[in-house]
């Protein structure tokens, strides 16, 4: 799919609104890396920022973050809602061309950002953009066909959703060492479940900013408000009125910089 179809005002604000599960990633990221809670780096990088959430995430264990988006629409809505913070700082940017900082970064997230890119110009982007022991971290997660206690919702996934929605083209490669550029370590890679609640009203916003979803609105093949409105009325048995929790996937990489 081509990165433009993102950059659009709807798909920003439903970005803003998508579920912060970015905070347990960072979380995530403290344990895996052996980090007392309170640890703080000092000048971090999130490529790709999308509405700032991962941003937002980074915030959390760094003291000023930069986010970045190839989409303006993304940044001119990371700057409505951070850019009153001064630790915060926002500009459009292809991820493989990151503008190289006065103080170079300690850490550089990118959630969801490595199936799109040019692997090897965002790798050397990277050497250029990061300190010396500078942390890498790539994750991304995604909804699954998994609800708390429902067999009727992974039945309603596999069998109705994608074959209305199927799953878009996209390289899915993991990485190893032997993927990196000289100057770069794989230190760990780990995957992990989450959990997030939603009433059905919130789910089917959710949807809406799917990839699977959006290729069909973008593509023209649905409205908005009929993808919505067959979401809706699908799942509204399974939801009975309620709130539900979704099963989330995810992975994180640890990539550092060596020191040289």
């Given at each position: 799919?081509?990165?433009r179809?993102?950059?659009?005002?709807?798909?920003?604000?439903?970005?803003?609104?998508?579920?912060?599960?970015?905070?347990?990633?960072?979380?995530?990221?403290?344990?895996?890396?052996?980090?007392d809670?309170?640890?703080?780096?000092?000048?971090?990088?999130?490529?790709?920022?999308g509405?700032g959430?991962?941003?937002k995430?980074?915030?959390?264990?760094?003291?000023?973050?930069?986010?970045?988006?190839?989409?303006?629409?993304?940044?001119?809505?990371?700057?409505?809602?951070?850019?009153?913070?001064?630790?915060?700082?926002?500009?459009?940017?292809?991820?493989?061309?990151?503008?190289?900082?006065?103080?170079?970064y300690?850490?550089?997230?990118?959630?969801?950002?490595?199936?799109?890119?040019?692997?090897?110009?965002?790798?050397?982007?990277?050497?250029?953009?990061?300190?010396?022991?500078?942390?890498?971290?790539?994750?991304d997660?995604?909804?699954?066909?998994?609800?708390?206690?429902?067999?009727?919702?992974t039945?309603?996934?596999?069998?109705?959703?994608?074959?209305?929605?199927?799953?878009?083209?996209?390289?899915?490669?993991?990485?190893?060492?032997?993927?990196?550029?000289?100057?770069?370590?794989?230190?760990?890679?780990?995957?992990?479940?989450?959990?997030?609640?939603?009433?059905?009203?919130?789910?089917?916003?959710?949807?809406?900013?799917?990839?699977?979803?959006?290729?069909?609105?973008e593509?023209?093949?649905?409205?908005?408000?009929?993808?919505?409105?067959?979401?809706?009325?699908?799942?509204?048995?399974i939801?009975?009125?309620?709130?539900?929790?979704?099963?989330f996937?995810?992975?994180?990489?640890?990539?550092?910089?060596?020191?040289?």
């Open positions: 799919m081509d990165n179809s993102f950059d659009s005002k709807r798909i920003a604000l439903g970005y803003a609104k998508r579920p912060w599960l970015h905070k347990s990633v960072t979380e995530q990221l403290l344990r895996d890396c052996n980090l809670a309170a640890y703080k780096f000092k000048n971090g990088l999130d490529v790709g920022c509405a959430l991962s941003t995430a980074l915030r959390l264990i760094c003291d000023k973050v930069t986010g970045t988006d190839i989409a303006d629409s993304m940044v001119e809505v990371c700057r409505d809602i951070y850019g009153k913070d001064l630790s915060y700082s926002f500009y459009a940017s292809k991820a493989e061309e990151t503008t190289v900082p006065e103080n170079k300690d850490i550089v997230t990118a959630a969801g950002v490595i199936n799109w890119v040019d692997e090897k110009k965002f790798m050397a982007n990277m050497l250029d953009v990061m300190e010396d022991g500078g942390l890498l971290v790539i994750y997660f995604g909804i699954t066909d998994r609800m708390t206690g429902s067999d009727a919702y039945t309603w996934y596999q069998n109705e959703y994608l074959k209305r929605f199927p799953k878009p083209f996209r390289k899915e490669n993991k990485w190893t060492q032997a993927d990196l550029p000289e100057g770069f370590t794989m230190e760990k890679q780990t995957e992990y479940d989450m959990e997030y609640t939603f009433d059905l009203e919130s789910f089917v916003d959710f949807m809406l900013i799917q990839s699977n979803v959006n290729a069909q609105i593509g023209g093949n649905i409205t908005a408000d009929e993808a919505g409105e067959w979401i809706e009325m699908s799942l509204a048995p939801f009975e009125q309620g709130k539900k929790s979704l099963i996937h995810g992975y994180s990489w640890y990539i550092r910089k060596n020191n040289h």
